[in-house]
Structure formats: structure tokens, C-alpha cells
């Protein structure tokens, strides 16, 4: 047995992917921001679908259409594969857990 909120730090100098489960078919990671955020001009462009919730804190994805969805504690979305998105801004008051399924 795990946690999912065990041992979070206060500041990162990076944001932080943890695979749980990996398989032929499903990717589950858990993803520690405390502030971070993409690079500019860095899109997301994924060969597979992504499912993700935030259990805690909150982060802004923004489209390359332009539009935005901001999740807060317990918002989830799907993404589909060669949607291309960014993560414009995270919490950074406070530690934010995404838990994101690869599909």
C-alpha cells in the first residue's frame, strides 16, 4: 500500500512525474507542481489519450486553440491524442497533485 500524498515538499525547482502503473495499454503517473508550468512555446502534441484529475492545488491548461480550462481540487478532463495543450500556470501558494491516465 501507498499514498498519494505522502512526503510532499513545499518547492521544487522542477516539477516531479511518478509512473504507479505502466502496462502495454495504461500509463498512471502522479504529478507534483509547485509553480511550474511549460516552456514558452512548448506544446504537448501526444501520440495517446490523457485522462487527468487534480486532487490537490490547481493548474490552468491552456489549448492551442486558445482556450483555457482552469482545475481545481477534484476537476478532471479528458485530452484527447493530438489535442496540443500546455500547462500555462500552477498553484504556487501550495503544492498541486495532478493524477493523469495515459491511454
Not at 509547485?34 to 491552456?62: A, H, R
Not at 480550462?69 to 489535442?83: A, F, Q, R, S, W
Request: net charge negative; glycine share 6%.
Amino acid at each position: 500500500m501507498d499514498n498519494i500524498f505522502r512526503d510532499l515538499p513545499n518547492k521544487l525547482d522542477k516539477e516531479v512525474a511518478q509512473t504507479i502503473i505502466k502496462n502495454d495499454n495504461v500509463r498512471i503517473e502522479k504529478i507534483i507542481s509547485t509553480g511550474q508550468k511549460s516552456e514558452k512555446d512548448f506544446w504537448y502534441d501526444q501520440d495517446e489519450n490523457e485522462w487527468v484529475i487534480v486532487l490537490k492545488g490547481s493548474g490552468l491548461i491552456k489549448f492551442f486553440d486558445g482556450s483555457e480550462t482552469l482545475l481545481k481540487e477534484g476537476d478532471y478532463l479528458n485530452i484527447p491524442k493530438g489535442v496540443k495543450h500546455r500547462v500555462e500556470e500552477t498553484s504556487e501558494d501550495e503544492v498541486t497533485i495532478w493524477l493523469c491516465v495515459f491511454y
